[in-house]
């Protein structure tokens, strides 16, 4: 029997601009840039299939469209063109980019979680962070404080950060406790899937195994799906099953993460493979 | 006897963008693994031996050829051309591959390293765990070492905890990639000796070694493979 993908985009696409008879066919472009109308095409023609329990790696150069294809996914831009389908979401049969804000907040809310590069996207900084997930629990139409206050302390302890902390603000964390709070957030109504943009970037070796191990972990013991957008090859070896690589807002290649990185059958590939230190 | 592995016409090069130039790694690999069998595989370094084992594994994507895996999950699947979710499967399941490198998450045990292999094959965390103490024993990896980062470890040690970890799912078909090398004598003995007891009980394997002393009595038959082409030769 055919395994039903948790989440399936079709011909994906977020451009900015609007667009004339050059660009239109996608091959006069100058990196993702129109020379003639200026058309920015953050992402052409995505096609990505995530399955139950998965990591999906993401690699690329800056500007090449992971953060806009994960933010898409999110609601947090408008998709220009393409279709997606949510196992989780009216059996996978709906798509998800034609929903009214509501059912668009209703899929942000219970069926996937973001965790941006810059915690300042994804967490209030002045709210404690224990107001910061229960926004989340709220969101989902939870209102028992008790019930609450458990389900806090719950995916506190599920990251890590000591309860008697939860009345802090975020802005008193590190970047790696930082993260952590949104890793939570985004974990609180048990979505099934966990968008990861950048998680470990910036942070010191030893936090960021923490935020590695707690992903591994993560996957394992809710069975999550998870898309990781990663500059750092290692970690995207470590944790990924399949990879991605993106260039100029398309899919260039795409495998095993260790087929990929070992054995890259694209121009760019080669090259970022062959810049690791 | 029953084939687990058939590869036919293999050939693998790797073409290099930023020097317009191709490298030829192996051509026209052929042989069959029987269930149980053990191959052994000789040649000097650069010969192409390790890409054979991770165009089985996929780790490399087989230019021309097949390599036919009789699966318990999929029956008989090319493996050059397999969905990547079968593969993933298989690696988990069925397939394990040993090397002298350990590759381990940060701040991951001996221990949890094995039970996540355990884990990874479906097993529930209570059966993980003990199926992970008892690879340690069957490894004979020291209790004290268990709950340390091994990264501390020794050549020896992090080689059998690479077994421990390949061997907790029981694979049907161990890909051995030279996990001999920085060994010393007394280390290959024991490997050797707990080779030649998996291969009792019935695993397949393929091996990449460079002390034909080491495989007498361990393998079937030796390939010795020569600026990419194979040779059959006698059991050990």
């Not at chain 1, 939570?184 to 968008?195: D, G, M, W």
């Amino acid at each position: 029997m055919m395994e039903q993908p948790v989440l399936e985009v079709k011909n994906l696409t977020v451009r900015y601009g609007r667009t004339c008879e050059y660009c239109r066919n996608g091959s006069r472009l100058v990196k993702n840039t129109c020379p003639h109308c200026k058309t920015v095409w953050a992402c052409n023609d995505i096609n990505v299939t995530l399955y139950e329990g998965e990591i999906l790696g993401i690699v690329g150069e800056s500007g090449s469209g992971k953060s806009t294809l994960m933010k898409s996914l999110y609601f947090d831009f408008p998709v220009t063109e393409g279709k997606g389908y949510l196992r989780d979401f009216e059996d996978g049969r709906t798509d998800i980019f034609g929903q009214s804000l509501q059912q668009k907040k209703y899929i942000k809310n219970h069926v996937m979680g973001m965790v941006y590069q810059n915690p300042m996207l994804g967490l209030r900084m002045d709210y404690s962070s224990a107001g910061n997930i229960a926004e989340k629990l709220i969101a989902a139409g939870r209102r028992n404080y008790a019930g609450m206050n458990e389900r806090v302390g719950e995916l506190l302890d599920a990251v890590e950060i000591l309860q008697s902390r939860k009345k802090e603000p975020p802005k008193n964390f590190s970047g790696g406790m930082q993260q952590r709070v949104q890793i939570s957030k985004a974990l609180a109504n048990n979505p099934a899937i966990l968008l990861l943009d950048e998680v470990t970037t910036g942070l010191d070796l030893s936090v960021q195994a923490k935020v590695l191990e707690l992903i591994r972990r993560i996957r394992q013991e809710f069975h999550i799906s998870i898309m990781l957008v990663s500059h750092d090859l290692a970690v995207i070896r470590m944790l990924s099953d399949r990879t991605i690589v993106m260039l100029d807002g398309k899919i260039i290649e795409q495998g095993l993460t260790d087929q990929i990185l070992d054995d890259p059958q694209q121009p760019y590939t080669q090259q970022l493979v062959h810049s690791l230190l | 006897m029953e084939k687990i592995l058939e590869i036919q016409g293999l050939s693998k090069q790797f073409y290099l963008y930023e020097q317009d130039r191709e490298i030829k790694s192996c051509s026209d690999i052929t042989f069959t693994l029987n269930k149980g069998g053990f191959i052994g595989i000789v040649g000097t370094s650069g010969a192409g031996k390790s890409t054979v084992l991770r165009c089985i594994y996929r780790t490399y994507l087989a230019t021309t050829g097949k390599v036919v895996y009789n699966s318990l999950s999929y029956g008989k699947l090319d493996l050059v051309r397999a969905d990547e979710r079968k593969i993933i499967h298989l690696r988990k399941v069925e397939l394990g591959y040993v090397s002298q490198f350990l590759t381990i998450l940060p701040r991951t045990t001996a221990r949890e390293h094995v039970i996540n292999g355990a884990l990874d094959a479906g097993f529930s965390y209570k059966e993980s765990v003990e199926k992970a103490e008892e690879m340690l024993r069957y490894f004979k990896l020291s209790e004290t070492l268990w709950d340390i980062y091994p990264n501390t470890f020794s050549g020896g040690e992090k080689l059998r905890l690479n077994l421990a970890h390949a061997m907790v799912k029981a694979p049907r078909l161990l890909l051995l990639d030279e996990p001999t090398a920085s060994l010393d004598n007394d280390t290959k003995l024991l490997v050797k000796e707990l080779l030649m007891k998996l291969k009792k009980e019935g695993t397949s394997m393929i091996g990449i070694f460079h002390d034909l002393e080491f495989m007498e009595g361990l393998c079937d038959h030796v390939y010795n493979i020569s600026k990419g082409s194979f040779q059959k030769g006698e059991a050990l």
